[in-house]
């Protein structure tokens, strides 16, 4: 990443007002900087060179405290935008790379589910230290540094010509350091994208682990890819008081060369105890920002490649969107012409061929991992395939409105989503009729559920149906597509959180819907649910393969 990567202020708006406040605080960081050294050299060498008093000094002291107490607000008020602009800065790019990672349609191959998660939780917040701490030294670097050095220019050529000679040594170093240390921030989110998508499927696959006591299984590497990131992480840590000693070093002597050549030639009277005293206090603030800048960039370092790897989903192009509108999927057949989608196990699904039908139910089995719910997303438009088409009535969905085709398809994942309030909100219930919603509740098995809550249908529910259990929530959305029928039901596992006597009460809500004329699509593993289709369709590594009951 440069050191101001134009796609950060175009990506983080509120970056750019935060940016201009930091130039304009460097300038007068730079002007503070600047009368310090001279309120010191005129006030001491009158005292040491002249024997002046404190009251004829007095002026000179209190401009100094005044100059002093501006710094010290400016640096005050500095930490306190920064951390603001830090903070709104990583939100908006966190908020861009969901939006870009979840835009329908994407490729499939561009997918990364599980980095972008752990890229947008964790990773983005080490972008902090790059607003806080590193941002505004290099500005400091670009305003102290340079203003310091003009008016040692013209205090003593010969200083300033030491200082100029020296300081390209600190960039030198820090580039050695950084040559060095070369992808080790990289390897650091990698390790820890690993870890996140670990957890992931760990607690993806929580439930059916537990069914089968294996939940202590991926234990141990969770447990090595933590210690993969912890190693990393130390790993910056240990670099950055290394190259901030190096560089203190380093600057220390450079400073230390000038005062040497200031001392001799003051014993022989070829400069002035002021302009001596002026360019001393004046040497290290020519070395601090770019000292600085070395330091902090280390400590961002994460942040940095965190940056890099947002702006890898941000600037990947946005799929076209079609134009033409859905047909009316009550009448139109829905056909999956070898579809393939590349993940890093390879094609899952591998050139799938399918077929919805208007009034049937059809049924997508196959091991785990062959690509069943990719296909489903592949279906909806969610997922934009490697190889082969989705056709709508003869039109290839990538031509279509995804906008007129969602609000004729009911899709009832693994994990419902439902959203806070009541439980007849959650359910679609609230605006139809009393006896209505019943009837359906009972044929779902809902009614049992809310029979148990102590306020019935006004139960209110937490974010993500908090309150009921996964298969109590998968009911309730159940419940929600048969009270609103849609031309296309597609149902992914559907009875994997429920016993054999509540399985059974969603077979006959799911044969309803075909009897009323919905495509059904199921998505299963269960014998009891295969028997319900009227065709099933086995997808393996390979090639797919087709059955009819």
Same mark, same amino acid.
């Given at each position: 990443?440069? $050191?101001?990567?134009?796609?950060l202020?175009?990506?983080?708006?509120?970056?750019?007002?935060?940016?201009?406040?930091?130039?304009?605080?460097?300038?007068?960081?730079?002007?503070?900087?600047?009368?310090?050294?001279?309120?010191?050299?005129?006030?001491?060498?009158?005292?040491?060179?002249?024997?002046?008093?404190?009251?004829d000094?007095?002026?000179?002291?209190?401009?100094?405290?005044?100059?002093v107490?501006?710094?010290?607000?400016?640096?005050?008020?500095?930490?306190?935008?920064?951390?603001?602009?830090?903070?709104?800065?990583?939100?908006e790019?966190?908020?861009?790379v969901v939006?870009?990672?979840?835009?329908?349609?994407?490729?499939?191959?561009a997918?990364?589910?599980?980095? #972008?998660?752990?890229?947008?939780?964790?990773?983005?917040?080490?972008?902090?230290?790059y607003?806080?701490?590193?941002?505004?030294?290099?500005?400091?670097?670009?305003?102290?540094?340079?203003g310091?050095?003009?008016? #040692?220019?013209?205090?003593?050529?010969?200083?300033?010509?030491?200082?100029?000679g020296?300081?390209?040594?600190?960039p030198?170093?820090?580039?050695?350091?950084?040559v060095?240390?070369?992808?080790?921030?990289?390897?650091g989110?990698?390790?820890?994208?690993?870890?996140?998508a670990?957890?992931?499927?760990?607690?993806?696959?929580?439930?059916?682990?537990?069914?089968?006591?294996?939940?202590?299984?991926?234990?141990?590497?969770v447990?090595?890819?933590?210690?993969?990131?912890?190693?990393?992480?130390?790993?910056?840590?240990?670099?950055?008081?290394?190259?901030?000693?190096?560089?203190?070093l380093?600057?220390?002597?450079?400073?230390?060369?000038?005062?040497?050549?200031?001392?001799? !030639?003051?014993?022989?009277?070829?400069?002035?105890?002021?302009?001596?005293?002026?360019? %001393?206090?004046?040497?290290p603030?020519?070395?601090?920002p770019?000292?600085?800048?070395?330091?902090?960039?280390h400590? +961002?370092?994460?942040?940095?490649?965190?940056?890099?790897?947002?702006?890898?989903? %941000?600037?990947?192009p946005? $799929?076209?969107?079609g134009?033409?509108?859905?047909?009316?999927?009550?009448?139109?057949?829905?056909?999956?012409?070898?579809?393939?989608?590349?993940?890093?196990?390879?094609?899952a699904?591998?050139?799938?061929?399918?077929e919805l039908?208007?009034?049937?139910?059809?049924?997508?089995?196959?091991?785990s991992?062959?690509?069943? +719910?990719?296909?489903?997303?592949?279906?909806?438009?969610?997922?934009?395939?490697?190889?082969?088409?989705?056709l709508?009535?003869?039109?290839?969905?990538?031509?279509?409105?995804?906008?007129?085709?969602?609000?004729?398809?009911?899709?009832l994942?693994?994990?419902?989503?439902?959203?806070?309030?009541?439980l007849?909100?959650?359910?679609?219930?609230?605006?139809?009729?009393?006896?209505?919603?019943?009837a359906?509740?009972?044929?779902?098995g809902?009614?049992?559920?809310?029979?148990?809550? $102590?306020?019935?249908?006004?139960? !209110?529910?937490?974010?993500?149906?908090?309150?009921?259990?996964?298969?109590?929530r998968?009911?309730?959305?159940?419940?929600?597509?048969?009270?609103?029928?849609?031309?296309?039901v #597609?149902?992914?596992?559907?009875?994997?959180?429920l016993?054999?006597?509540?399985?059974?009460? #969603?077979?006959?809500?799911?044969?309803a819907?075909?009897?009323?004329?919905?495509?059904?699509l199921?998505?299963?593993?269960?014998?009891?649910?295969?028997?319900?289709?009227?065709?099933?369709?086995?997808?393996?590594?390979?090639?797919?393969?087709?059955?009819?009951?």
């Amino acid at each position: 990443m440069k $050191p101001l990567d134009p796609r950060l202020l175009r990506y983080a708006r509120s970056a750019r007002g935060y940016l201009a406040l930091t130039v304009a605080l460097g300038l007068v960081t730079a002007a503070c900087a600047i009368g310090q050294a001279l309120l010191i050299g005129h006030g001491l060498g009158r005292v040491i060179a002249e024997g002046a008093s404190l009251a004829d000094v007095a002026h000179l002291v209190w401009l100094l405290a005044l100059v002093v107490a501006t710094r010290t607000g400016v640096v005050a008020l500095q930490e306190r935008f920064a951390h603001r602009a830090a903070t709104r800065a990583v939100a908006e790019l966190r908020h861009q790379v969901v939006a870009a990672a979840s835009r329908p349609g994407r490729h499939a191959s561009a997918t990364r589910g599980p980095q #972008v998660v752990t890229l947008a939780t964790r990773g983005l917040d080490d972008l902090e230290p790059y607003f806080v701490r590193y941002l505004p030294q290099l500005v400091l670097a670009a305003t102290v540094t340079p203003g310091a050095l003009l008016v #040692v220019l013209g205090l003593d050529w010969i200083s300033a010509a030491l200082l100029a000679g020296t300081l390209p040594l600190v960039p030198l170093f820090m580039w050695l350091v950084g040559v060095m240390t070369q992808g080790r921030s990289q390897r650091g989110l990698a390790a820890m994208e690993r870890l996140g998508a670990q957890v992931l499927d760990l607690l993806a696959g929580l439930p059916t682990l537990r069914a089968f006591a294996r939940e202590q299984g991926p234990a141990r590497r969770v447990r090595e890819l933590g210690d993969a990131h912890r190693r990393a992480t130390m790993g910056t840590l240990r670099i950055a008081f290394l190259s901030g000693m190096v560089l203190e070093l380093l600057t220390t002597l450079c400073v230390a060369l000038v005062a040497v050549g200031i001392g001799l !030639r003051l014993v022989y009277g070829d400069v002035g105890l002021v302009t001596g005293l002026a360019v %001393l206090v004046l040497a290290p603030e020519v070395f601090l920002p770019l000292r600085q800048v070395g330091l902090h960039f280390h400590a +961002s370092t994460d942040g940095v490649a965190a940056a890099e790897q947002a702006f890898a989903v %941000l600037d990947q192009p946005a $799929p076209a969107s079609g134009t033409r509108p859905a047909p009316d999927l009550r009448h139109a057949t829905i056909r999956l012409e070898g579809v393939s989608v590349t993940t890093a196990h390879g094609n899952a699904p591998h050139r799938l061929d399918l077929e919805l039908a208007p009034g049937r139910v059809v049924a997508l089995t196959g091991p785990s991992g062959t690509g069943k +719910s990719t296909a489903v997303e592949v279906l909806l438009g969610l997922l934009a395939p490697d190889e082969g088409r989705v056709l709508v009535d003869g039109t290839d969905l990538a031509e279509i409105d995804l906008t007129t085709l969602w609000p004729q398809v009911a899709w009832l994942p693994q994990r419902p989503v439902l959203e806070p309030g009541t439980l007849a909100e959650a359910a679609g219930a609230s605006d139809v009729a009393p006896e209505q919603r019943d009837a359906v509740a009972k044929r779902t098995g809902l009614a049992e559920v809310v029979a148990t809550l $102590p306020e019935g249908w006004a139960t !209110r529910l937490g974010r993500g149906g908090e309150g009921l259990s996964v298969g109590q929530r998968q009911r309730v959305a159940l419940t929600r597509a048969l009270l609103h029928p849609a031309p296309l039901v #597609v149902l992914d596992e559907p009875t994997a959180h429920l016993d054999t006597a509540a399985e059974e009460t #969603v077979l006959d809500a799911v044969r309803a819907l075909g009897e009323a004329g919905s495509t059904v699509l199921l998505v299963t593993h269960r014998p009891a649910v295969l028997a319900l289709a009227d065709e099933v369709v086995t997808v393996d590594d390979l090639v797919p393969t087709r059955s009819t009951p």
